[in-house]
């Protein structure tokens, strides 16, 4: 079932297993059910530390990975395949004894955390997002034995998918209720957990000493920032709700020099792994609120929404943008529930039903694209009277039987039953004919919005809300760069964004060793 360089990789990675793990395995007939067995025998058959154990679970195919004659577990209702792989292999190694590289503060935290959490992810194999998370609770069950968790492949289990409405991956459930949408890691999930956490860790950060520079943003802009301070060997700091930005949220690299091809959250884990290299101070899962400017002690001020302000010499902006919305009535109330912005986590769990896709770029007739494969039939909606996809990308969407495109369509609402996503309204532009659409998701494609809304009045914007720089990434406020998808730079793209990130680092440096208290810092 596995290629032989992967069996072998595997095995060299089971070699750090300490402690004896049993795969405790709950079978019926299924093709499904096959394919696991057969990679559980597989597993087991590459380290002697490892037995397997058979279950009875209600859930079926699924397993446990039990370290054995204790409570410490992690559960997959799925053949974690895919980008769950990783997920598998670190379940292995953790519950095997091999150390959960988390943050020891966080850790702590877990450990101390009072009551019995039962959580259910619902994930697709397909997704990029749901990784982190899976991998967040599995780590949190690893050191707390009272939280148990089990990752669920929803294309697997329709049943409960169909049964609770999920129409978005990843889905959380705690103790059978909901409990949040979208990736987390631990300090995201922590701070759903201990209500004490964000004051102490606001407290925490408010007593942080000055950055030489601090960086708002985790994205290859940010990343490469930091890498380029951090080697002038002053004190450097990164803020960031999570590490990677929206490369967290690319499935396919073919673009960046030298890397013929590799997935967002690959390039993303590398990047941390080389700004940590370099000891500059992560201070994650956190979002910037304001924009403060220089004080009598020269220092300005990045206030978060947690209540901290971090205080810096210089600062380099690179918050990037998000997925821009339509805003038309229905969106926000469906979103999740019909409405979804990630063909590629999303797309699974709309097999064989009927969906749109609004916006006729590049992103747009890709996932048209992606999504003609698992869904009935894809419906595109152009505001323009035309496509604006590379040629190539059109030619391909026409050669699909299952694809319409409908040009010089408004769309004007999304429909519902107050439950889910049952359709769309629609304008006919021009003619200012009105039409319904019958589907089951609508995938929203219109591009980014920078999110730069905390900065009005602290920085000049444009019209469309980018921070203006000039060429060496200066803002209108004195010691303050930017760079990547959230400034004026006119191209979008990951390497223009790291070359400008590391433009904007050695700026702000320059910014510091001709000014007295910069060079008074950095001296």
Same mark, same amino acid.
């Given at each position: ?5 992967l ?7 089971? !070699? ?6 049993? =795969? ?11 394919? *696991?067995?057969? $990679?559980?025998?597989?597993? /087991?058959?590459?380290?002697?530390? @490892? ?12 397993? *446990? ?8 577990q992690?559960?997959?209702a ?12 670190l379940? *292995? ?5 091999h #150390?959960v ?11 101390? $955390?009072?009551?019995?959490?039962r959580f !259910? ?11 982190d998370?899976?991998? +967040? ?5 690893? $050191? ?14 329709r ?9 978005s ?8 209720q ?10 995201? @999930? ?17 007593e942080?000493? #000055? ?8 994205g ?9 301070? &951090?080697?002038?060997?002053?004190r ?9 930005g ?10 960046? %020099?030298s ?10 884990? &590398? ?16 979002? +910037?609120?304001? $924009?403060?400017?220089a004080?009598?002690?020269?220092l300005?001020?990045?206030e978060? !929404? ?14 990037g ?32 039903? %009927?969906?749109?896709?609004i ?15 698992? &869904? ?9 009277g035309?496509?604006r +996809? ?6 391909k969407?026409r050669?699909? #039987?299952?694809?319409r ?8 609402e999304? =429909? ?16 200012? *004919?009105?039409h !319904?659409?019958?589907?089951?998701g ?5 591009g980014l ?19 203006v ?7 209108? =406020? ?19 964004a790291?070359? /400008? ?10 910014y ?9 810092? +950095?001296?």
């Amino acid at each position: 079932m596995l290629e032989q360089d992967l069996k072998d990789q595997l095995a060299g990675y089971l !070699e750090r297993v300490q402690a004896p793990i049993e =795969l405790v395995a709950s079978l019926d007939d299924s093709p499904a059910a096959r394919e *696991l067995d057969a $990679l559980l025998d597989e597993i /087991a058959a590459l380290s002697p530390k @490892i037995t397997r154990v058979a279950g009875d679970d209600a859930r079926k195919p699924s397993f *446990l990975i039990r370290r054995a004659g204790t409570d410490v577990q992690v559960g997959f209702a799925a053949v974690p395949l895919g980008h769950e792989f990783t997920s598998l292999v670190l379940a *292995l190694l953790q519950v095997g004894g091999h #150390p959960v590289k988390i943050d020891e503060a966080l850790a702590a935290q877990v450990r101390a $955390l009072d009551g019995d959490y039962r959580f !259910e992810t619902y994930m697709s194999l397909h997704c990029q997002s749901c990784p982190d998370t899976i991998q +967040a609770l599995n780590a949190m069950s690893v $050191l707390n034995p009272r939280i148990r968790h089990v990752a669920i492949d929803g294309a697997l289990f329709r049943d409960e998918v169909e049964a609770r409405q999920i129409l978005s991956v990843p889905t959380v459930y705690l103790n059978g209720q909901p409990f949040e949408n979208g990736r987390m890691g631990v300090e995201q @999930i922590l701070a759903r957990l201990d209500t004490g956490a964000a004051a102490r860790t606001a407290a925490a950060l408010a007593e942080r000493a #000055p950055y030489d520079m601090l960086i708002v943003g985790g994205g290859p802009a940010g990343a490469a920032a930091a890498i380029y301070a &951090a080697r002038k060997g002053i004190r450097t700091g990164l803020v960031a709700e999570r590490f990677g930005g929206q490369v967290l949220d690319t499935l396919a690299i073919e673009n960046f %020099p030298s890397v013929e091809y590799t997935e967002g959250p690959k390039l993303a884990a &590398a990047l941390e792994a080389h700004v940590r290299q370099y000891g500059v101070d992560l201070v994650t899962a956190q979002v +910037a609120r304001a $924009l403060h400017p220089a004080g009598d002690d020269g220092l300005l001020g990045i206030e978060l !929404e947690s209540g901290a302000t971090l205080r810096a010499r210089s600062v380099v902006l690179a918050p990037g943008a998000r997925w821009r919305q339509t805003g038309v009535p229905g969106e926000a109330e469906y979103r999740t529930r019909g409405v979804t912005y990630c063909p590629h986590c999303d797309g699974p769990l709309f097999k064989g039903k %009927p969906v749109a896709v609004i916006g006729g770029g590049n992103s747009g007739v890709e996932a048209a694209i992606d999504l003609a494969g698992v &869904a009935s039939e894809v419906t595109l909606l152009e505001y323009e009277g035309k496509l604006r +996809a590379d040629e190539v990308l059109q030619r391909k969407l026409r050669s699909l #039987p299952n694809v319409r495109v409908l040009v010089n369509a408004q769309t004007t609402e999304m =429909l519902g039953d107050g439950q889910r996503l049952t359709g769309l309204r629609w304008l006919e532009r021009g003619t200012a *004919l009105r039409h !319904e659409l019958a589907v089951d998701g609508v995938f929203v494609q219109i591009g980014l919005l920078p999110n730069t809304e905390w900065l009005k009045g602290a920085v000049k914007l444009s019209a469309r809300g980018e921070i203006v720089i000039d060429d060496r990434g200066q803002t209108s =406020l004195p010691g303050v760069f930017a760079a990547g998808d959230a400034t004026t730079e006119p191209y979008k793209q990951i390497v223009v964004a790291m070359g /400008a990130g590391s433009t904007a680092a050695l700026s702000a440096f320059d910014y510091l060793i001709r000014t007295p208290a910069g060079a008074a810092q +950095a001296a």
